[in-house]
């Protein structure tokens, strides 16, 4: 059962434009939602993170809304670059058991 | 941020050969790890935790036969793929806790395995 939804599954935007990608959760244990990007061949590497008891947390380009009543989150990438191209993954943790996304192919055309 | 070391990053091997792969925190302790695997296009699912000095926690339908997972030591966790098949083809990350902010995980580079 996958306890963690994100969509869309592909995403392709304009260089300059905004990529918001959404995930819902199920299980209220989840106290820390982190989002990783990949690259391909890559590991996955933390990008911003957010606790339930904030509703926006903005680190430069990226900002992540959670909604915790909805127990909704988004990733938000202003001002989307090629070099944003990557796959992002929203993630859910209770401790240190993180569970994954699906995962977003973000295209961003030049 | 803390590093985490994956080796090797790329393994081809013939089947029914074993692999070993190794992770380790490069600068700090890890007194438990984690093993996941990705297949394309797929996300990460968590194969096992490994625990230092301890057995390792395997995740439902996984083979802890097929899958040995060593920790030997605060910096260094290794899977075992034994007896490798094609279908054990697949790409490998691990990861390991921030010491004081446990939820956040490092990640290694990841090890892509192709089995003939």
């Known amino acids: 059962q996958q306890q963690v939804k994100q969509s869309p599954q592909s995403l392709i935007v304009q260089k300059g434009g905004i990529s918001i990608i959404n995930c819902a959760y199920e299980n209220t244990a989840f106290d820390y939602f982190p989002w990783y990007q990949q690259f391909p061949g890559k590991g996955p590497a933390l990008l911003i993170a957010i606790r339930p008891d904030v509703s926006e947390k903005k680190e430069g380009r990226f900002t992540i809304s959670f909604n915790k009543s909805a127990k909704q989150f988004s990733l938000h990438i202003m001002d989307s670059q090629p070099g944003d191209s990557a796959t992002y993954f929203c993630?859910?943790?209770?401790?240190?058991?993180?569970?994954f996304g699906e995962g977003t192919q973000l295209t961003v055309n030049p | 941020g803390a590093v985490v070391s994956q080796h090797p990053s790329r393994v081809i091997c013939k089947s029914g050969t074993s692999v070993k792969i190794e992770c380790r925190s490069l600068d700090f302790q890890a007194t438990t790890m984690f093993w996941y695997r990705q297949f394309p296009k797929q996300s990460l699912m968590l194969m096992a935790t490994s625990n230092e000095g301890s057995k390792a926690t395997y995740e439902q339908g996984v083979e802890k036969d097929k899958f040995l997972i060593n920790h030997a030591s605060l910096t260094l966790s290794t899977l075992t793929v034994t007896s490798a098949h094609p279908e054990d083809s697949s790409f490998y990350i691990c990861?390991?806790?921030?010491?004081?902010?446990?939820?956040?995980?490092?990640f290694g580079s990841g090890t892509q395995l192709s089995v003939l």
């Open positions: 993630a859910a943790t209770s401790g240190s058991r993180l569970t």
């Open positions: 990861s390991a806790p921030d010491q004081k902010w446990n939820e956040k995980l490092f």
